[in-house]
């Protein structure tokens, strides 16, 4: 069974441009989140989707930046305009549970993240 | 508020034990969890705690007391390929439990 993948593996842009990173969960996963971190700093959630829907956002940093899950199956995260801080890896990652208290373990299985690089 | 601590980085020689802590406070604790990462690739889920008490799952275990705040990782018979960052992640009901993350330990294994 494939894992989480997600593309392009490295990215290079200027400030002010617009990145778009992919991300193509486990198949059958209804759970995907992205995550990114920031060199030497620890790993900071971002969003959780349930299929569609935007479950929680509440990590996003600011409007810059979008994410969609069109169909629920591979989801797509975007910075527009790209900012120098928003340099680090973004990861990906789906699980078949959802992070509620009712579900206590959810395994989350992780893409090898995009590395953007902001100049 | 909320804070993972975990030593930034750690020394270890082939076939010896070595442990990871870590510490945390969080507002609504509901499960710990440890992930390996090899440098350039996915972290990959290594054990879960919730409950008091030591999980153990072939060469590691897991350590948890949710009194003290602190669980570690001990690894044992190292291997050179154990050599990663293990990353120390709470689920926090204070945070829709969704993962609260250490900065992860650098473990080097030295032959």
């Known amino acids: 069974e494939a894992g989480v993948t997600q593309f392009p593996s490295h990215s290079v842009i200027e400030k002010g441009q617009t990145v778009t990173l992919r991300c193509d969960p486990i198949?059958?996963?209804?759970?995907l989140y992205w995550y990114r971190r920031v060199m030497g700093k620890e790993i900071k959630f971002l969003l959780h989707?349930?299929?569609?829907?935007?479950?929680?956002e509440s990590g996003m940093p600011n409007n810059r930046f979008l994410a969609e899950r069109t169909g629920g199956t591979y989801s797509t995260l975007k910075v527009q305009p790209a900012e120098l801080e928003d340099s680090g890896v973004y990861f990906c990652?789906?699980?078949?549970?959802?992070?509620?208290?009712?579900?206590?373990?959810?395994?989350?299985?992780f893409g090898p993240g995009t590395r953007l690089t902001v100049l | 508020g909320q804070n993972i601590d975990q030593p930034t980085e750690m020394t270890a020689t082939e076939g010896a034990i070595v442990q990871i802590n870590c510490t945390y406070q969080?507002?609504?604790?509901?499960?710990l969890f440890w992930y390996q990462q090899h440098a350039g690739e996915a972290p990959t889920f290594l054990s879960y705690?919730?409950l008091d008490g030591l999980e153990e799952k072939g060469r590691f275990s897991s350590f948890l007391s949710r009194s003290k705040g602190y669980s570690y990782l001990l690894l044992k018979e190292l291997q050179m390929k154990d050599s990663a960052s293990y990353l120390c992640?709470?689920?926090?009901?204070?945070?829709?439990?969704?993962?609260?993350w250490g900065a992860g330990t650098k473990l080097i294994i030295k032959p």
């Open positions: 990652a789906s699980s078949q549970e959802p992070a509620e208290a009712s579900y206590p373990y959810n395994e989350q299985f």
């Open positions: 198949s059958g996963h209804d759970n």
């Open positions: 989707f349930v299929k569609e829907s935007k479950q929680d």
């Open positions: 969080t507002s609504g604790f509901n499960g």
């Open positions: 705690n919730v």
């Open positions: 992640a709470v689920r926090d009901r204070g945070s829709n439990y969704q993962l609260i």
